[in-house]
């Protein structure tokens, strides 16, 4: 496999996907046909000399145009406030290299690590916290870049997880993903492989019979897919979703909180309900937006995502609630930032904030 293996076109039949590739944007140059003014399209190239700029087909169709904030333009048409770097942000902003004890992995708990088969995406979102990575090391995959990251794995019997992530492991060949997951089944201690993927928003005619083969085997599959704004539901990702849902892989979403995209609490409110309801998929975690350089303009603070939360938990059942989470700098990991509910603590008696505000008392009982 070569190192520019990612996205590569095939002789399957199951290719429709490709037209959605070739007919997007895939260099800076491929800006200049979409409908920018002068001014916007310069700024967009000046910006996209800083992160790597790749836009299927699919996901263009669903900017509207006439709407210079449109939360889907948001996420891939480069802005020049990507340029500002503000005071305390990081290349590095949640510590995967210091955890890094061979290439192309990241062991920060016990129990799992990060792998990371290639650092290229089937689109290249803008507010991306590893666009230093992608833009510094950016290699695709080959078999000889992963071994020793596999030799890690199989000389730690307490790694039960793989992550892939990256990059985006399902911008890869069918041959090279079912290369990858064999390696990993026979490694007999790991028990789940888990996915990170944007393909199935934002290119999901890719997520074919074909790609779903290539990752069944021993393994349980869990697909945490990343879906920020209710529009990026289309029918074309719903038959993404069943198609993973019908072989057998468990289907989480994580978010990332938006300013100017998703924080609004009725647009959380129709992603989140949709996701659960009409793609099957549970809505796992919303993070607050990590401290990537340039991204300022698209943060919130945390006091304006515990607000969005706790407004979103009274109007969404539990199971399409996702946990408000920040992953800490330094390798701190993921931590909740949701509004605790007690209020204070006599012994074995507890003071409780119910769901409709009133204070309750609650004394535990054990034996
Ligand atoms: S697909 Fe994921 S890794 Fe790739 S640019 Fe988007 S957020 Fe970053």
Request: proline residues 7%.
């Amino acid at each position: 496999m070569t190192s520019d293996a990612n996205l590569r076109e095939s002789a399957t039949p199951d290719t429709a996907w490709q037209d959605d590739v070739r007919a997007g944007v895939r260099h800076v140059r491929d800006l200049a046909s979409l409908p920018l003014s002068p001014a916007e399209r310069a700024a967009a190239q000046e910006a996209a000399a800083s992160h790597k700029v790749r836009i299927p087909k699919a996901y263009l169709d669903l900017i509207d145009w006439s709407d210079p904030h449109d939360p889907i333009r948001a996420q891939v048409i480069p802005s020049p406030d990507e340029l500002i770097a503000a005071e305390g942000e990081l290349d590095d902003p949640i510590g995967d290299h210091a955890f890094s004890p061979v290439p192309r992995l990241t062991h920060r708990h016990a129990d799992r690590v990060l792998l990371f088969p290639t650092y290229q995406c089937a689109v290249y979102c803008r507010f991306c916290f590893r666009k230093e990575s992608l833009t510094s090391i950016g290699r695709g995959y080959t078999r000889e870049a992963l071994e020793p990251a596999l030799a890690y794995i199989a000389e730690h019997p307490e790694i039960r997880e793989v992550i892939l992530t990256g990059g985006d492991p399902l911008s890869l060949p069918d041959a090279a993903l079912a290369e990858i997951r064999a390696r990993i089944e026979a490694i007999p201690h790991v028990r789940l492989l888990r996915i990170h993927t944007r393909v199935p928003v934002a290119l999901p005619s890719r997520i074919t019979a074909g790609l779903v083969g290539a990752l069944q085997g021993r393994l349980m599959v869990t697909v945490v897919t990343h879906f920020n704004h209710p529009r990026e539901i289309t029918s074309r990702a719903e038959a993404a979703c069943r198609t993973m849902r019908q072989a057998g892989f468990v289907l989480l979403n994580q978010s990332v909180l938006l300013k100017g995209v998703n924080d609004r609490v009725e647009v959380l409110e129709e992603l989140c309900s949709e996701l659960m309801y009409r793609l099957g998929v549970k809505p796992y975690y919303l993070h607050h937006g990590d401290l990537a350089r340039g991204m300022a303009h698209r943060r919130t603070t945390i006091a304006e995502g515990q607000a969005l939360v706790a407004e979103l938990r009274q109007r969404l059942s539990g199971i399409c609630n996702p946990t408000y989470v920040i992953d800490l700098p330094e390798g701190g990991g993921k931590v909740p930032l949701g509004a605790s509910h007690i209020e204070g603590r006599e012994g074995e008696t507890w003071l409780i904030r119910g769901q409709d505000g009133k204070l309750r008392t609650y004394r535990e009982v054990v034996g």
